[in-house]
């Protein structure tokens, strides 16, 4: 018997559950910081985590065609993926790879930090070429960068140094949780030192100490440069008045289809299993999205989806890889059908405030964890031919 040929397309991802990201509302928060900013202030955009689960390469590219300035990354590899997709802007690398990169650093005009004397010595050791880095500085949170004292040492070695040219200094104060304005304040002002001790050293291209938080607390601060992230995606913080603005969330939706849909009709011998109260005519269908991509594994007490309009409860327990979907009150409702846990539907919608407030989710996890995790279908600016879809 002859084989029929039969093609399947893998490029593109067949379990049809997506996070969906607005880029037009990624190029128009750039463009709100960067009327905010006096003229000549550098907008970088740090890019942690996957540009926090919204995709590090389509987030660049949507930053890169609004006009800002730079990147930022955590990750040495995402970086390198957005130079391969032809993005020219010029990029920070925090602390993220070992110095036996800098050539390749070098050819692909990345930007690394540096801390040390130590860490002077050995990226001018295996550099083959001129490299551009970053200083860091550290103002007390105890993680990468120079301490403050020694701070104009180490910028002093890299402006002696035979390949290393120094781009800028920039530092990051961090609470890790702690409300102690005081500890902000002494950071910012440690840091500011170092700067200043730094600049009679050395010539100091860029001094940027500016988070997404600091930029909307203190626009003194911001220096030659700013480098907010979830700004940039439309996670807000608290901001003083002159910088007290509307921004738009970047990721607009979480989203998912039946792939199944029946009657719940217990008669004979079927045992139901005790996980949630059954109602006359019930019916039940499943979405392919559980625990396994960041939903918690337990449900919230009034969990609900959007599906042909009309909000729906989720039923439990949350499944690796599935969840069921009350279909009762919509029994028309058929494979194939969206449910939407976050975003719009059929006139109706869950924004961001809702889904956390019912998930008992921060913004930034629901971004990391659970958008982090699917495929991206992006909305807004055209497509480049090898952008990702979702379902």
């Keep these: 018997m002859e084989r029929a040929n039969v093609t399947v397309e893998t490029a593109l991802p067949l379990r049809p559950s997506w996070a969906e990201v607005d880029l037009d509302a990624v190029a128009f928060n750039v463009r709100q910081i960067r009327a905010l900013v006096a003229p000549g202030v550098r907008v970088f955009t740090c890019m942690k985590c996957d540009a926090c689960g919204c995709g590090a390469v389509e987030v660049a590219r949507a930053v890169e065609q609004a006009g800002g300035d730079g990147l930022a990354f955590g990750d040495v590899d995402a970086a390198l993926a957005c130079r391969r997709a032809g993005v020219a802007l010029p990029i920070l690398l925090y602390p993220s790879c070992l110095p036996d990169a800098a050539p390749l650093l070098a050819r692909e005009r990345l930007m690394p930090s540096l801390s040390t004397l130590a860490d002077v010595r050995a990226w001018d050791a295996a550099a083959d070429a001129p490299l551009d880095v970053f200083l860091k500085i550290d103002g007390g949170a105890l993680r990468a960068g120079a301490l403050p004292d020694a701070a104009a040492q180490v910028a002093a070695a890299i ?7 120094l781009a800028g200094a920039y530092g990051h104060p961090v609470a890790y949780g702690l409300a102690d304005p005081r500890y902000e304040a002494e950071q910012i002002a440690a840091i500011e030192r170092a700067f200043d001790a730094v600049a009679r050293a050395v010539p100091l291209p860029v001094r940027m100490l500016s988070s997404s938080e600091i930029f909307l607390k203190h626009p003194r601060l911001d220096g030659d440069a700013v480098d907010p992230g979830r700004l940039v995606l439309g996670m807000d913080f608290p901001a ?12 607009a939706g979480i989203k998912s289809r039946l792939v199944m849909a029946k009657d ?9 299993a005790p996980y949630f109260p059954l109602r006359p005519g019930m019916r039940i269908g499943l979405i392919p999205l559980g625990w396994d991509a960041g939903l918690p594994r337990k449900l919230p007490q009034e969990p609900c989806v959007l599906v042909r309009g009309r909000r729906v409860r989720l039923l439990p327990p949350v499944h690796a890889e599935l969840t069921r979907v009350d279909l009762t009150d919509v029994p028309e409702a058929a494979v194939g059908d969206e449910v939407v846990l976050l975003g719009e539907g059929d006139g109706a919608r869950i924004d961001i405030a809702t889904f956390c407030a019912l998930w008992s989710m921060q913004p930034l996890d629901l971004h990391t964890g659970l958008a982090g995790r699917l495929p991206k279908r992006y909305l807004g600016q055209p497509l480049h031919h090898n952008a990702p879809r979702g379902a």
Aim: aromatic letters at 4%; glycine letters at 4%.
């Design 159 to 165: 402006h002696a140094s035979r390949h290393l040219r």
């Design 240 to 251: 003083v008045p002159e910088r007290d603005c509307a921004w738009r969330p970047a990721l």
């Design 264 to 272: 719940v009709d217990l008669a004979g011998d079927v045992v139901a």
